[in-house]
């Protein structure tokens, strides 16, 4: 008996942590398209109806903000080729329900070189058709 309960605790740890993986996989394919400006790839992992938020935190406050998915791919083709960013995730806390994940992923914002920003990103994503897609990203922005 303590052998079949362990056995099934080994095959659920194996599951979960693929399904993690899955996961973590699908938001880094999501910053390769950031960083190379390519908002075709970032799509092909994002849904249709992506939404995105942004909590800016300075000495007067907080400012809350959106913007439309057409408008953040229109802005990742924009910048410029002589600007050289990088958004570098310092680890992952992913949690899973069936059909719906979340990842808190805290990060440090670099524009040439130099670090402009930090907080952390919260990635909702959904399975659809065996496929994680990010369906809402949430940031804070702090200097």
Excluded at 23 to 30: G, K, R, Y
Excluded at 121 to 137: E, H, P, R, S
Aim: proline content about 1%.
């Amino acid at each position: 008996m303590r052998k079949i309960i362990l056995g099934m605790l080994v095959l659920f740890g194996m599951t979960t942590q693929a399904q993690n993986l899955e996961v973590q996989q699908t938001i880094e394919t999501f910053f390769k398209g950031f960083h190379s400006r390519d908002s075709i790839a970032i799509q092909k992992v994002c849904s249709d109806k992506m939404g995105l938020q942004s909590i800016a935190e300075n000495a007067k406050g907080s400012q809350f903000s959106t913007q439309t998915a057409t408008k953040f791919y229109q802005s990742i083709a924009s910048i410029p080729t002589t600007m050289q960013f990088e958004e570098r995730l310092l680890g992952h806390t992913i949690h899973i329900d069936g059909a719906m994940a979340i990842d808190w992923a805290p990060y440090e914002f670099y524009v040439n070189g130099k670090k402009s920003h930090s907080g952390v990103n919260v990635f909702t994503l959904y399975k659809d058709n065996g496929q994680w897609k990010i369906v809402a990203i949430i940031d804070t922005r702090r200097k």
